[in-house]
T-cell receptor, first 113, second 118 residues
Framework: AQSVTQLDSHVSVSEGTPVLLRCNYS??????LFWYVQHPNKGLQLLLK??????LVKGINGFEAEFKKSETSFHLTKPSAHMSDAAEYFC???????????FGTGTSLTVIP | NAGVTQTPKFRVLKTGQSMTLLCAQD?????MYWYRQDPGMGLRLIHY???????AKGEVPDGYNVSRLKKQNFLLGLESAAPSQTSVYFC?????????????????FGNGTRLTVT
């Protein structure tokens, strides 16, 4: 079975402080994992993806994520939050068989000035 | 490059009415998907297509039908709208992966259609 759990529905950080958005996954296969960002009234935009190459993945806008198989986690981090980072973030999984994607329920990030 | 375009952006229907949502992509992608997004539930797959003329059911297909007559277009139909279908609908597409599956290829999303059924 495949599933994605985003451990926090809301995260609030001050501008300039680190961001940590947590994602755990369950997969019967070695998965590909993705983080997407959604700004208000927009579609989802790809931040980064892990596809069994390097376990530390760098994405756009200074975001990174580390694939930890032993912990079945794929947490998203950024060293210093910017006001423009305020958005909804989704973790997603696709097993390396078939073509379905499984999404977490999202984490809303608030950045306090 | 437009990417994935959804029309309309907004729509209000009365219970029992029908409508069709149109998705168009200009990236020559094989795979196309329809999702609905509801608060606290993330994205749920309604139907998807692995190529022109083929469709398959996703997680929540009831009350919806789809068609993919042309590779670049994927239509989502509601034959008799219900208030439970009030949602934001997203179309997405991606390309074939290296071994024939799409799993390594990220989804490209449209900006969504906000549907209200009263």
């Amino acid at each position: 079975a495949q599933s994605v759990t985003q451990l926090d529905s809301h995260v609030s950080v001050s501008e300039g402080t680190p961001v940590l958005l947590r994602c755990n996954y369950s997969s019967s296969y070695s998965p590909s994992l993705f983080w997407y960002v959604q700004h208000p009234n927009k579609g989802l935009q790809l931040l980064l993806k892990y596809t069994s190459a390097a376990t530390l993945v760098k994405g756009i806008n200074g975001f990174e994520a580390e694939f930890k198989k032993s912990e079945t986690s794929f947490h998203l981090t950024k060293p210093s939050a910017h006001m423009s980072d305020a958005a909804e973030y989704f973790c997603a999984l696709t097993p390396n068989t078939g073509n379905q994607f499984y999404f977490g329920t999202g984490t809303s990030l608030t950045v306090i000035p | 490059n437009a990417g994935v375009t959804q029309t309309p952006k907004f729509r209000v229907l009365k219970t029992g009415q029908s409508m069709t949502l149109l998705c168009a992509q200009d990236m020559n992608h094989e795979y196309m998907y329809w999702y609905r997004q509801d608060p606290g539930m993330g994205l749920r797959l309604i139907h998807y297509s692995v190529g022109e003329g083929t469709t398959a059911k996703g997680e929540v297909p009831d009350g919806y039908n789809v068609s993919r007559l042309k590779k670049q277009n994927f239509l989502l139909g509601l034959e008799s709208a219900a208030p439970s279908q009030t949602s934001v609908y997203f179309c997405a597409s991606n390309a074939l992966g290296g071994t024939g599956y799409s799993y390594n290829s990220p989804l490209h999303f449209g900006n969504g259609t906000r549907l209200t059924v009263t």
